[in-house]
């Protein structure tokens, strides 16, 4: 072979050779660029994630401040209307309001009389609103030196320990209570929920009362 011709072909290979590793370069080039991409969509998926539970943790948050101010309006709702009978029965046990015509004891705001019998000779009532609470000043007397510190006001008016009637216009209106209907209204009787006392003495004495009152109310006439 001519000495001439070898140092061409050299170079050929080298030129072919230096071909080759730009090619592999320029080919590797993609792929960095798709990678790139992906990290790209990743990190938009990571700030739509992130941004998504933002808003939801900002809507909860919210939401529950709402319900919070909504139970502590129906607390302090339910409060005012303990106060106000709370204070309607400290006004009825300091004026009692007791209005008896012979044997009867007349609630002249709601219509109706109750007949008294000895073991509700001394009855009181009051009324808020519709309805008329029942207690009697024997069954008060007798829970002041009651045991484990019972207060007198749990077997007070405003506690109705011997029930409560309400006034409805109808039978209907009245629902699943023990009921009386009169000349153009119909009475309503709720018991007392539980004793207003711990001492027994004064539990048997509101046991008494209370069957006595039902009795009453059976009975009870329009005025």
Known sequence: MPEDKKPKKDE???????SMSSSEHSMSLPKKDKSKKVWIVLFVITLLALIGLGVYGYTKVQSDNKKIKDQQAQIDDLQNKKKTLEDAAA??????????????????????KLPLTDSIKDLQYFVNDKTAFFSTASLQSSAWPSADNDAAKFCSLGSLPLGAVTKFANASEAGPTQQKALSGLVLGYAPPQSSCSTNQATINLQNTQKAALVKAFESAEKI
């Open 12 to 18: 050929e290979v080298k030129d072919a050779m230096a």
């Open 91 to 112: 006004v009825a046990a300091t004026a009692v309001t007791k209005a008896v015509t012979g044997n009867y004891l007349e609630v002249r705001e709601l219509g109706f």
